[in-house]
Nanobody, 116 residues
């Protein structure tokens, strides 16, 4: 069974930065498409950024130019660098692994709060 552990969330002022990490244990991390999702209170979970096994990336329009997703297959870890944070980025952030269109698993989530 593959497990994912997110870290790096916290409280940050508007305009600040955070880097989230998601470490995987078990499975074949290098073949997974990895994604970062977020869910704000009262809203549906949404895809923020994704990265394929070949390191192609995609982003939600709301974060383009501010967030960067990357992966280190040697460390079985995917990252989300978040810059120029806004209050509307406040949410619980989750990582997800997908293989062949099937979800492999989710992390437990890490809270990001952007507030002055």
């Amino acid at each position: 069974q593959v497990q994912f552990v997110e870290s790096g969330g916290g409280l940050v002022q508007p305009g600040g930065s955070l880097r989230l990490s998601c470490a995987a244990s078990g499975g074949l991390f290098r073949v997974y498409t990895m994604g970062w999702y977020r869910q704000a209170p009262g809203k549906q979970r949404e895809l923020v950024a994704g990265i394929t096994s070949g390191s192609s990336t995609n982003y939600a329009d709301s974060v383009k130019g501010r967030f960067t997703i990357s992966r280190d297959n040697a460390k079985n870890t995917v990252y989300l660098q978040m810059n120029s944070l806004k209050p509307e980025d406040t949410a619980v952030y989750y990582c997800n692994a997908d293989f062949g269109g099937r979800s492999i698993g989710w992390g437990q989530g890490t809270q990001v709060t952007v507030s002055s």
